[in-house]
């Protein structure tokens, strides 16, 4: 019989949790409880330090091919609002990133039609000569899976051809919920789950360590959330790839689905980040993506299991679309002061979770 009292002995065993014991747990009405198991599972991990880093979001263009119904980023080619930098523009932010002491940039952006793969490959290399100590994380697996089909290489060429330019590693984005009836519903021109998990597993085994996102709160149920958990923890096992999984809470004021979607709640968002962080055993780091929780709930949920709230971004443009009422950037003494008043140690970080300084 699944109940708290044997899901929780299995925590406190080190054991590991099975689908239908994490579906208990989201049907669960005492919060406090599944958020104590996953405070202690974090703890034994990763003691009282919450991680961040010094980053900065660039989105080369909003043009896609795809409209996927939840996202209010992409643009047709001269819709209004439609954009595409120049690489000098590119380059300026990535300039003004490392002057501002940024160790990383975060390059993800629409899926444009007349772009040439040659032109992200002359990105990367732009960037790495402007400001060579930035760490270059870029490209989703449906951007990767784009790349081979516009150039005719094969996923692996591609991969191998963008770290030679300058790629460090991956971000996790484009994963949505990977059971195909939502992704039908949601994102039916978008790559299948299956297909994003190949992608991410050859990212992988080139060497590239990659990030894992869930969009929820949105059609699915917590039934395609555990599958979609169970997914990731599956290639988890095989390739150790994953950094961090970072469950992004839908925002529904500017997409096509806000009509029928309200979005999360505070309880949702906090139970969700504590169901991950009990069930994602093979996970080091569970983040709260503050952009779309605000920093508030992200604050509280240091005591739901999650050890890490991303960075300072700058200029956030994905979320801030679709209707998040967040700022556009924290600033570094704002991140560590949100940590320090959770009763936990800030520590700055690189994107592969070297500590650069605790505070």
Same mark, same amino acid.
């Given at each position: 019989? #699944?109940?708290?009292?044997?899901?929780?002995?299995?925590?406190?065993?080190?054991?590991?949790?099975?689908?239908?014991?994490?579906?208990?747990?989201?049907?669960?009405?005492? !919060?406090?409880?599944?958020?104590?198991?996953?405070? !202690?599972?974090?703890?034994?991990?990763?003691?009282?330090n919450?991680?961040?880093?010094?980053?900065?979001?660039?989105?080369p263009?909003?043009?896609?091919?795809?409209?996927?119904?939840?996202?209010?980023?992409?643009?047709?080619?001269?819709?209004?609002?439609?954009?595409?930098?120049?690489?000098?523009?590119?380059?300026?932010?990535?300039?003004?990133?490392?002057?501002e002491?940024?160790?990383?940039?975060?390059?993800?952006?629409?899926?444009?039609?007349?772009?040439?793969?040659?032109?992200?490959?002359?990105?990367?290399?732009?960037?790495?000569?402007?400001?060579?100590?930035?760490?270059?994380?870029?490209?989703?697996?449906?951007?990767?899976?784009?790349?081979?089909?516009?150039?005719?290489?094969?996923?692996?060429?591609?991969?191998?051809?963008l770290?030679?330019?300058?790629l460090?590693?991956?971000?996790g984005?484009?994963a949505?919920?990977?059971?195909?009836?939502?992704?039908?519903?949601?994102?039916?021109?978008?790559?299948?789950?299956?297909?994003?998990?190949?992608?991410?597993?050859?990212?992988?085994?080139?060497?590239?360590?990659?990030?894992?996102?869930?969009?929820y709160?949105?059609?699915?149920?917590?039934?395609?959330?555990?599958?979609?958990?169970?997914? !990731?923890?599956?290639?988890?096992?095989?390739?150790?790839?994953?950094?961090?999984?970072?469950?992004?809470?839908?925002?529904?004021?500017?997409?096509?689905?806000?009509?029928? #979607?309200?979005?999360?709640?505070?309880?949702?968002?906090?139970?969700?980040l504590?169901?991950?962080?009990?069930?994602?055993?093979?996970?080091?780091? #569970?983040?709260?993506?503050?952009?779309?929780?605000?920093?508030?709930?992200?604050?509280?949920?240091?005591?739901?299991?999650?050890?890490? !709230?991303?960075?300072?971004?700058?200029?956030?443009?994905?979320?801030?679309?679709?209707?998040?009422?967040?700022?556009?950037?924290?600033?570094?003494?704002?991140?560590?002061?949100?940590?320090?008043?959770?009763?936990?140690?800030?520590?700055?970080?690189?994107?592969?979770?070297?500590?650069?300084?605790?505070f």
């Open positions: 019989m #699944i109940n708290l009292e044997t899901i929780s002995a299995k925590v406190r065993a080190c054991q590991r949790i099975t689908p239908d014991e994490a579906l208990f747990l989201f049907s669960s009405g005492d !919060l406090l409880a599944v958020g104590e198991l996953a405070a !202690l599972a974090n703890e034994r991990r990763n003691g009282k919450v991680y961040f880093n010094v980053n900065r979001h660039i989105n263009t909003n043009v896609c091919v795809n409209r996927c119904a939840f996202c209010a980023f992409s643009r047709t080619a001269g819709e209004d609002g439609a954009y595409t930098m120049a690489l000098d523009e590119i380059c300026r932010r990535a300039r003004e990133a490392d002057d002491g940024a160790t990383e940039v975060h390059i993800v952006g629409g899926l444009h039609p007349d772009l040439a793969f040659e032109f992200y490959e002359e990105a990367l290399r732009a960037i790495r000569h402007t400001a060579p100590s930035l760490h270059v994380k870029a490209f989703t697996a449906v951007e990767i899976e784009y790349f081979s089909r516009i150039s005719g290489l094969t996923i692996e060429q591609v991969l191998q051809r770290m030679a330019a300058g460090g590693s991956m971000p984005g484009g949505e919920i990977l059971v195909e009836e939502v992704r039908r519903k949601i994102c039916p021109e978008k790559i299948s789950g299956e297909r994003w998990l190949e992608i991410i597993r050859t990212a992988h085994l080139a060497g590239l360590k990659t990030n894992a996102t869930m969009l709160g949105h059609v699915e149920n917590t039934a395609d959330r555990v599958a979609h958990m169970e997914m !990731l923890r599956t290639l988890q096992d095989e390739t150790g790839g994953f950094q961090a999984f970072i469950p992004l809470a839908f925002q529904p004021e500017n997409s096509a689905l806000k009509l029928d #979607i309200t979005g999360t709640s505070g309880v949702d968002d906090l139970k969700t504590a169901i991950a962080r009990i069930f994602l055993d093979n996970f080091d780091h #569970i983040k709260a993506y503050w952009i779309m929780l605000g920093e508030k709930i992200a604050q509280v949920s240091l005591a739901f299991g999650v050890n890490d !709230l991303d960075g300072t971004v700058v200029e956030e443009k994905i979320g801030h679309d679709a209707g998040a009422q967040t700022p556009q950037a924290l600033t570094k003494e704002g991140i560590i002061r949100l940590i320090r008043k959770a009763d936990k140690i800030p520590v700055e970080r690189d994107t592969l979770y070297h500590p650069i300084r605790s």
